[in-house]
């Protein structure tokens, strides 16, 4: 499809989020919501706002950016379609990659793209939903316990099932020790949402009434698993 809008790009309403501390890519989204069909809207940020194109995408977007100068882009983002897409967005963005850019935007370039070749890659040998289970179990290993439960979420949304929680635990367990999963596992955010999304189902809920309730009680102001600025 031509892109002939580019030649209008400069007249889209520019959004610098460059000094956002908190949640940029909610910021954005939200941001991008409000835009119609038919217009633009221009991100100014210091690496290149790759985990925004998908996102972008299943809101009607398309997507063109420039690298300005050193550490400066500028992706420029036209509403083809008006498509609201909410259903369709993992919960739990890489929120975090701004905090690179405080050190070093090169740090922050080059953080995203390898966040882009692991989570992003076009046809990948091994699915999502594999590669955050993977991911979980690797944290839990690593002692890093935010990054499992969130990876645990996004799983869950993406249609692991209870049972095949039951078995990566059962994994966890026999490779970490009862006695490591007593003390620090089951006291976890972990076990608490594996907890609470085999009680909501017990109960009747649906994957798609429960995933509200974990991104609400485990989201971005959970201090456990978010990654919230003030």
Do not use: C
């Not at 590669?131 to 249609?159: C, D, M, P, W």
Request: glycine share 6%; net charge neutral.
């Amino acid at each position: 499809m031509s892109k002939d809008w580019i030649k209008n790009k400069e007249k889209f309403v520019e959004f610098d989020v460059r000094s956002l501390k908190g949640n940029f890519l909610l910021a954005i989204v939200k941001k991008a919501k409000t835009i119609s069909k038919g217009e633009g809207i221009a991100i100014v940020q210091n690496f290149e706002p790759i985990p925004l194109y998908n996102t972008t995408k299943n809101l009607g977007f398309e997507y063109h950016t420039e690298k300005k100068a050193e550490s400066l882009f500028v992706s420029y983002f036209y509403r083809r379609e008006a498509i609201d897409a909410d259903d369709k967005e993992i919960p739990l963005k890489p929120i975090v990659i701004p905090r690179y850019a405080e050190i070093d935007p090169k740090i922050a370039e080059l953080t995203v793209n390898f966040w882009s070749n692991i989570w992003d890659k076009e046809n990948p040998a091994i699915e999502l939903k594999t590669k955050l289970l993977l991911s979980l179990t690797n944290a839990v290993g690593a002692g890093r316990i935010r990054q499992s439960t969130r990876e645990l979420i996004k799983a869950y949304y993406l249609g692991v099932t209870v049972e095949q929680f039951d078995e990566v635990f059962a994994l966890i367990i026999w490779n970490q020790g009862i006695g490591h999963f007593s003390s620090e596992i089951a006291q976890s955010s972990l076990f608490k949402v594996y907890s609470l999304i085999k009680t909501l189902e017990k109960k009747g809920n649906t994957r798609d009434e429960i995933m509200p309730v974990l991104t609400e009680k485990f989201g971005e102001k959970n201090p456990e698993t978010g990654f919230n600025n003030h």
